[in-house]
């Protein structure tokens, strides 16, 4: 009896009080939501019958709230429907991105505030999206967020790929360890000496990629982030539940909310095929549609940069040694002694000009070409910019003549030193000055500490910052590439401008120590889900000490594994990283950093496993051309693929830079073969990638008599 009546209470306490199905429109996922005893909102998400996310509660902590946003709640009102759309992006990986879900609205109310919040969840085939709705209601009109409390409740110890929580920086190698592991793992995952310090030793950031011991990929991460603070996830390591951990601001509140208002959708993409992750496109499709009505301006580039010379430490932004002070007003430099190494003189960016006219790149970025920068290393300074004055020996108005009438265009950059306030001040003055010099595109950067003090990178006032910054270039017609910003969560497709963020480790740390070979093979798995990033590959001479003796840093992947970059990572902006005097002594290699494509109509991801391998096949944009790249993690490793994706009855001419058997990212990385071969669509590749390293092919319809003497693969 005692036993019926122990089973009857634990029946009632387990069964919800509600509960609601959602189907994908294959129906292989499935979204259950459902009102636990209590009133507590929760979902779980299974894939091909199995759990993958379990029963999740979901709500929010206010600040000085009477009672929490997760209980006493119950279901006012539902609502499905169904959604089958395509949209062409301005650019990107393909020319049609479908939008196919379903979609479950709930309306909750809790009982004793009558206040109302709106969870709505999207269904697609690969993956959930949901996020939170505050709608106009009379309880709750201004408030402030204590907490998110947003559950992602794993059902193992899966495997993750994962960087640490950080409020300020995303420029990590990846760590690859189980779940478990984290905590014992997260000290030694930052920067050593690094000012930041990860928020909680299991506190990780997104996109987070896993896959469970029964092979289920499933990546974590956030869509449309507006107006509110970046989440990370703190991990509950006992019980495998990820819990959402919002960006604080300097007073320690995670978001400043006014009714009527949405959060971000948090996202969780799931298969048992590595590639489908890759060719999700959920994070786009949670995104608002275009909202610039001429994008004509938009145009996807490559470009060089007198850049990679100062990484490397062989040249230098500032002008001198000395310390004039912008701040003070010292704009003449007439008495001011130059270093002697200063990168951004007008002779060395004249022949920049020249060898990217030469090879028809698009660009030239150069930093350095503005006073400030003796200014500020080293100084937390709110005023150190101006964004508008050259060093004397950068003559601005000779170099924009230069490059136009080479045809090559100038890229701006605005380093910000990290003071938004002091960018905001100058921002309008700065984006004319552009318009006035022929400059259609700025790298923005974003290092050091956030002034105001005590902001950080994630939080949602620089969040703000961001977009507004995006908001007013587009107004402009300005392209923007924003280094150390926010990681993108597909805002790229409401304001297509955004054309490259960096926020993650981009190539720059090859010249600061080196990271790990498997890097490439991690970061279109989790960083790249949310956008293109400006990653900045290209490097052809992987000891750095040939550039500075005082730099021994090398560059961890071989040479055909950084032209295989230009495929593997997508972004509409590609440049060619390294000094003209290192591409010179390798021109075949570098024909295909010229010829590969930008902008694509189909892409098709042949293999994939997350650290350890990635190829892609792209189709250029209006042309019969395809390029494909593959990059290989540390162990060496053979591709077998069909080249099934061309055209039936055509014969193309695949030009195959590949590594060389002797090859390896750190004896031999310069090691590689360029061979020529007739394909179809029948033909079949075997290709060996040395560790660290992989391939690079482009594929060209070929008359009889490009044919001519080629071997058929
Ligand atoms: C860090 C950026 O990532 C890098 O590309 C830039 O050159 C420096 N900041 C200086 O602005
Ligand atoms: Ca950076």
């Not at 899966?158 to 984290?182: F, K, M, N, P, V």
Request: net charge negative.
């Amino acid at each position: 009896m005692k036993h019926i009546f122990t089973t009857l209470v634990w029946l009632v306490i387990l069964t919800p009080l509600f509960s609601q199905e959602l189907r994908s429109p294959d129906g292989k996922m499935v979204m259950n939501f459902s009102i636990q005893q209590g009133g507590v909102p929760t979902y779980q998400l299974s894939y091909k019958g199995k759990i993958v996310v379990k029963s999740s509660k979901l709500g929010f902590e206010l600040k000085n709230d009477v009672k929490s946003l997760v209980n006493d709640l119950e279901v006012v009102n539902t609502s499905t429907s169904a959604h089958d759309s395509s949209w062409e992006p301005v650019w990107g990986e393909e020319k049609t991105i479908r939008n196919h879900y379903n979609e479950l609205a709930v309306t909750l109310n809790q009982t004793g505030t009558n206040r109302q919040l709106i969870v709505r969840f999207r269904l697609f085939n690969d993956g959930l999206g949901f996020r939170y709705e505050f709608p106009l209601q009379s309880g709750l009109v201004y408030f402030v967020i204590k907490e998110e409390r947003t559950q992602f409740a794993m059902t193992g110890d899966h495997t993750a790929y994962w960087i640490a929580g950080d409020y300020d920086t995303q420029e990590y190698d990846y760590t690859t360890s189980r779940l478990s592991e984290i905590r014992k793992l997260s000290k030694d995952a930052v920067t050593p000496n690094a000012s930041q310090t990860p928020f909680s030793p299991t506190g990780v950031q997104t996109a987070l990629m896993m896959k469970t011991d029964d092979g289920i990929y499933i990546n974590l991460h956030e869509a449309a982030l507006i107006n509110y603070s970046c989440m990370h996830l703190n991990l509950d390591d006992t019980n495998m539940i990820f819990e959402s951990w919002l960006t604080p601001d300097a007073t320690g509140d995670k978001g400043n909310l006014q009714a009527p208002c949405v959060t971000p959708w948090r996202t969780i993409m799931v298969s048992d095929d590595a590639r489908d992750i890759l060719a999700s496109r959920i994070t786009y499709n949670l995104n608002e549609p275009c909202k610039i009505e001429d994008t004509s301006w938009i145009k996807p580039m490559k470009y060089m940069g007198v850049w990679w010379e100062m990484i490397t430490g062989k040249s230098s932004w500032s002008y001198t040694n000395d310390l004039p002070s912008v701040q003070l007003g010292i704009t003449d430099y007439t008495n001011v002694k130059p270093n002697g190494i200063h990168g951004a003189t007008t002779e060395n960016v004249k022949r920049y000009i020249d060898f990217a006219a030469e090879h028809g790149m698009d660009g030239l970025l150069v930093e350095g070409w503005n006073i400030g920068w003796e200014d500020w290393f080293g100084n937390e300074k709110d005023y150190v910019f101006d964004f508008l004055t050259p060093y004397p020996d950068f003559n601005l108005v000779e170099v924009r003549e230069y490059a136009k009438q080479k045809g090559v265009k100038m890229v701006m950059h605005h380093e910000t030193s990290g003071s938004t306030r002091n960018y905001e001040r100058h921002l309008d003055k700065a984006f004319q000055f552009m318009k006035d010099n022929n400059y259609d595109a700025v790298k923005t950067g974003y290092v050091g500490p956030i002034l105001p003090k005590g902001y950080y990178h994630y939080d949602q006032w620089t969040v703000n910052h961001y977009q507004y910054v995006l908001e007013r270039a587009a107004e402009y017609k300005i392209m923007i590439n924003a280094h150390e910003a926010v990681r993108p969560t597909g805002i790229a497709r409401t304001y297509p401008n955004l054309i490259g963020n960096e926020s993650a480790r981009g190539t720059e740390f090859q010249a600061f120590g080196g990271s790990k070979p498997n890097h490439v093979a991690i970061l279109p798995f989790t960083r790249l889900i949310g956008g293109p990033m400006d990653y900045t590959p290209g490097v052809f001479e992987m000891d750095i000490s040939k550039l500075n003796p005082n730099n021994d840093s090398h560059c961890n992947n071989t040479l055909a594994n950084q032209l295989a970059l230009y495929v593997t990572m997508y972004s509409p902006l590609q440049m060619a990283a390294d000094l003209p005097e290192n591409y010179s002594r390798f021109l075949d290699a570098f024909q295909f950093i010229k010829d590969v494509a930008l902008d694509w109509d189909e892409s098709k991801y042949l293999e994939a496993e997350p650290g350890q391998y990635i190829t892609v096949a792209r189709k250029a944009k209006g042309k019969g051309e395809w390029y494909v790249g593959n990059v290989n993690g540390e162990a060496p490793r053979t591709s077998i693929f069909s080249f099934d994706f061309l055209e039936a009855n055509k014969t193309y001419v695949a030009t195959i830079y590949a590594d060389a058997p002797d090859a390896h990212y750190k004896t031999n990385p310069q090691a590689y073969t360029i061979r020529k071969v007739a394909v179809t669509n029948k033909s079949k590749l075997s290709q060996r990638s040395a560790p660290g390293g992989g391939y690079a092919i482009s594929i060209v319809v070929a008359d009889k008599a490009q044919l001519k003497g080629l071997k058929k693969l």
